[in-house]
């Protein structure tokens, strides 16, 4: 290294969802660059054995557990491995937010709308979010906004097509020369079936991704198109009009989603003298988790890199909205905006968490997201009390519908 190059200082990271898929690829990328970076707060859900192995090798100085029940089993395996002196210990949604409060960047790998703690957390601290807990920015739209105008608040994308996005507007200093947004979608498990062939779908074909490791909850997601639709409202809400000042005023029908089976184009820019600019990388979490701990710098480790000898053909195609009609239901709820997305975001949750318990099926999980949606209050979803009861509301109809279709497929 050019010795007259100056080295970043050493940044502290809180890592909320330590135990989960970005949680677990984080600490693995701070493991490749340790003089950069410093673990010092880490959060799950309940998996007690996995963090506890977690604290015992970074030795961070506050953990914390989304699950009050699980303090309790925390406390006594810290006391257990002798490590208890050193780490202060919470749980609850304010343990998860303090978490965030503890460091230079948080990361929020937390599943669902339980990361919108983490998220407000970390920017009205005036730190920089690393977000990957895309439902908390789409529920918690306007009153995440609001987080984001605090002074030295930084919100830097981790899903990889919003990660793609952020570098590809890099290219650029003038927010009026953006003409639109192409989000890739690499078409999930069942890319090319028509609806008719998806009507006894299993729990195993819908997590048989082709191109990415994920959690569960993502990978089935990504099975229905519901994960690209989600990214559609996130990336209005990161770089669309309702981001004001902070964004580039493009409206949701700006942003366009092509499915790209290969999974090496992550997404595209287009510019007002027509040209497209695109990030390439080969499909791993581990580059929009690096670029999000070293913007704006760049990590030393070559994650992704493509060898264009051998990468072969791009192809790119046109979703299926009516075999997927997640995708457009996305569309619909960022077009009404308010608490629609809060809506159709909670109750894909609910629908989800039924499939995956074999209460309903894998097409039941669209039907359940529209009859949500449909059934929107018109809530504006401008304080968090709003952002709370709409979610509420939301789980508690897909939840009934979710009943009856049980009840109707016995």
């Known amino acids: 290294m050019n010795s007259s190059v100056p080295t970043p200082s050493r940044r502290s990271v809180a890592i909320v969802g330590s135990t989960g898929s970005i949680g677990t690829q984080t600490i693995e990328a701070i493991a490749d660059d340790p003089d950069r970076y410093e673990v010092v707060a880490l959060a799950a859900g309940s998996s007690v054995a996995v963090l506890v192995e977690q604290v015992r090798v970074l030795r961070p100085s506050f953990v914390a557990v989304g699950d009050e029940a699980a303090l309790g089993p925390l406390r006594d395996a810290l006391r257990a491995a002798g490590i208890d002196h050193e780490v202060e210990t919470a749980a609850g949604p304010e343990g998860l937010a303090e978490?965030?409060?503890?460091?230079?960047?948080?990361?929020?790998?937390?599943?669902?709308?339980?990361?919108?703690?983490?998220?407000?957390?970390?920017?009205?601290?005036?730190?920089?979010?690393?977000?990957?807990?895309?439902?908390?920015?789409?529920?918690?739209?306007?009153?995440?906004?609001?987080?984001?105008?605090?002074?030295?608040?930084?919100?830097?994308?981790?899903?990889?097509?919003?990660?793609?996005?952020?570098?590809?507007?890099?290219?650029?200093?003038?927010?009026?020369?953006?003409?639109?947004?192409?989000?890739?979608?690499?078409?999930?498990?069942?890319?090319?079936?028509?609806?008719?062939?998806?009507?006894?779908?299993?729990?195993?074909?819908?997590?048989?991704?082709?191109?990415?490791?994920?959690?569960?909850?993502?990978?089935?997601?990504?099975?229905?198109?519901?994960?690209?639709?989600?990214?559609?409202?996130?990336?209005?809400?990161?770089?669309?009009?309702?981001?004001?000042?902070?964004?580039?005023?493009?409206?949701?029908?700006?942003?366009?989603?092509?499915?790209?089976?290969?999974?090496?184009?992550?997404?595209?820019?287009?510019?007002?003298?027509?040209?497209?600019?695109?990030?390439?990388?080969?499909?791993?979490?581990?580059?929009?988790?690096?670029?999000?701990?070293?913007?704006?710098?760049?990590?030393?480790?070559?994650?992704?890199?493509?060898?264009?000898?051998?990468?072969?053909?791009?192809?790119?195609?046109?979703?299926?909205?009516?075999?997927?009609?997640?995708?457009?239901?996305?569309?619909?709820?960022g077009r009404i905006g308010g608490t629609a997305p809060a809506w159709l975001s909670a109750a894909n949750e609910v629908a989800v968490d039924a499939f995956l318990k074999k209460r309903i099926r894998w097409v039941d999980i669209s039907d359940v997201n529209a009859a949500v949606l449909a059934a929107h209050d018109g809530g504006m979803g401008d304080t968090l009390e709003g952002v709370l009861a709409g979610d509420h509301l939301a789980r508690r109809t897909a939840d009934d519908l979710v009943n009856a279709l049980g009840r109707s497929t016995r």
Not at 122 to 142: D, Q, T, V
Not at 167 to 180: I, K, M
Not at 189 to 216: C, N, Q, Y
Not at 273 to 282: E, K, N
């Open 99 to 333: 978490c965030a409060r503890r460091a230079d960047i948080t990361v929020n790998g937390v599943v669902g709308f339980a990361g919108l703690p983490v998220t407000l957390a970390a920017l009205e601290s005036g730190k920089r979010l690393a977000l990957a807990n895309k439902e908390s920015l789409i529920a918690g739209g306007p009153v995440v906004q609001a987080a984001r105008r605090t002074p030295g608040a930084e919100l830097v994308p981790v899903d990889s097509e919003h990660a793609a996005v952020h570098q590809c507007l890099r290219a650029n200093d003038r927010p009026e020369r953006v003409s639109r947004i192409q989000l890739t979608a690499s078409g999930g498990p069942f890319r090319g079936k028509k609806r008719s062939e998806l009507e006894a779908v299993t729990i195993d074909d819908a997590l048989a991704h082709p191109t990415w490791s994920m959690g569960p909850k993502i990978t089935i997601d990504s099975s229905t198109l519901m994960n690209k639709g989600l990214e559609v409202i996130e990336a209005n809400e990161l770089f669309g009009s309702p981001a004001g000042a902070l964004g580039y005023g493009l409206a949701i029908d700006d942003i366009d989603v092509v499915v790209h089976p290969q999974s090496i184009v992550h997404s595209m820019v287009t510019y007002s003298d027509g040209s497209t600019i695109a990030q390439l990388s080969l499909p791993t979490m581990k580059l929009p988790i690096a670029y999000a701990l070293a913007y704006p710098d760049r990590f030393p480790v070559p994650y992704g890199a493509i060898d264009w000898a051998t990468l072969g053909s791009l192809d790119f195609e046109v979703p299926d909205l009516e075999s997927f009609p997640c995708l457009g239901l996305a569309f619909e709820a």
